[in-house]
């Protein structure tokens, strides 16, 4: 087991460094120039001069990804003299802990990963993230909670009214659903629910999870949770509603099954004690992808209803071209994924030993 979890866990290694590097080169690739974006109009040659030596834009390309590199890996190489270079262990960017030291002025250090500063706010990458993510985590959560509850529900029935009027029904709702692109559908139901039925609803088309009150200062918010996380919920809502009614209907045709009916079991219990644990497997799986990628697929529902999450940020930074902010954030997206991933590829390996094998 412990030699299949480091398997996995290496193989998640190698995905985030092809990541970090195919993340770079892109974004070093496009034009503009970060002197220009953070000095705007008091750009001037010696000023720009600055900015480029302070990141390090002034040195060759593979010089330049080599300190990236260390800027994002936990364990680096820096200077404690303070040379004006990009290679010192400034308090300003690291939070460390010194390993060892290698000659008079370097060390290696334990650190937290700098994600560069943003050109437009100057602040850290990461401190933008810290306080975004833990929105976009709630409201992908909320829609994952509301796709799998709904959806399995949905699931059931169709699967016991195969070739009604309603499972034919469903199969159409869930076509449509997986086919609409979620900032349409988001426009549809902020403008519906929003404006439209406002005075029914009592809910708004913007909003984030805290408001700023005047007088109360923060408030909790979470009514304005709901349109956001039905929209987003949507499109997993319409696959999982599929897989949970082909799953069923594959398992209720095995013997073990018809045995049970045989018995003289209700329906009901067959479908509760003996069905549903099993037909529950591909649904977990697809739950498990899901949620990674509503964590990066919630840019613009966020922007649509207002959401301040991580998808708000990034989508802010792209029409600034404040590219480390893009560039964290989808770092932070990947590692994500690859985490879910091994979490799941790990739990597969607990409950059946021939994956293992395999």
Known sequence: MIKYITKKVLYGVLVLYGVITVIFFLFNILPGDPATIMLGQRANKDAVEAIHKDLGTDRPIMEQYAMYLN???PVSVHN??????????????YTWTPLFTIGENKAVVLKYPFLRRSYITKRKVSDIIEE????TAVLAFSSICIAS?????????????????????SLVLAVLGMAAPSFFVGLIIAWLF?????DYT?????????????WDGEKLK?????LPSITLGIRPLAIVVQLMRSSLLDVMGQDYIRTARAKGLPLYKVITRHALKNALNPVVTAISGWFAGLMAGAV???????WKGIGYEVFEALTKNDLPVVMGATLIFATIFVVINILVDIAYGVLDPRVRVK
Do not use: C, Q
């Not at 404690?80 to 960017?93: C, E, G, Q, R, V």
């Not at 509850?149 to 029904?169: E, H, P, Q, T």
């Not at 979470?222 to 709901?226: D, G, R, S, T, V």
């Open 194 to 198: 929003g404006y439209v039925l406002s």
């Open 80 to 93: 404690y003299t303070n040379d004006n270079s990009h290679w010192y262990l400034n308090p300003s960017k």
């Open 71 to 73: 800027d994002l890996s």
């Open 132 to 135: 975004t993510l833990p929105e």
């Open 149 to 169: 509850l709904v959806g399995i529900f949905l699931g059931i029935i169709s699967a016991i009214k195969r070739n009604s009027f309603y499972d034919r029904m």
């Open 202 to 214: 009592g809910l708004s088309p913007t909003g984030s999870l805290y408001d700023i009150d005047v």
């Open 222 to 226: 979470l009514k304005n949770l709901i």
């Open 300 to 306: 613009f529902v966020e922007y649509i209803f207002s």
